[in-house]
């Protein structure tokens, strides 16, 4: 059974961070694309990076692009985001997500591709 379970959200100063992690199981992460994508209120769903399976390559969207680090523990099943100089539009539900291999980690962020599994979320609010 596929399962993603996030954590480490809460409430940070602006200039602050976090770091998210995903702990995976029912798969591994070295075959399936990992993605993390935030939903806030009254807002679209935003792709925000995506760590490839196969060869551990990595994608952001612009937003986050020289903020934010995705990364795994293949020995752990786990996917962390380091999210460094947070903004107040940072502030979402973030969740973790996988999907095909067959697709790049690009059509992930860019929303051209729509993951299968992901978790329940977790809250990061950046507000002073």
Avoid: H
Wanted: glycine share 14%.
């Amino acid at each position: 059974q596929v399962q993603l379970v996030e954590s480490g959200g809460g409430l940070v100063q602006p200039g602050g961070s976090l770091r998210l992690s995903c702990a995976l199981s029912g798969f591994t992460l070295d075959y399936y694309p990992i993605g993390w994508f935030r939903q806030a209120p009254g807002k679209e769903r935003e792709g925000v990076s995506c760590i490839s399976g196969s060869d551990g390559s990595t994608y952001y969207a612009d937003s986050v692009k020289g903020r934010f680090t995705i990364s795994r523990d293949n020995a752990k099943n786990t996917v962390y985001l380091q999210m460094n100089s947070l903004k107040p539009e940072d502030t979402a539900v973030y969740y973790c997500a996988t999907g095909s291999p067959l697709y790049y980690c690009s059509g992930y962020v860019r929303g051209k591709y729509e993951y299968d599994y992901w978790g329940q979320g977790t809250q990061v609010t950046v507000s002073s």
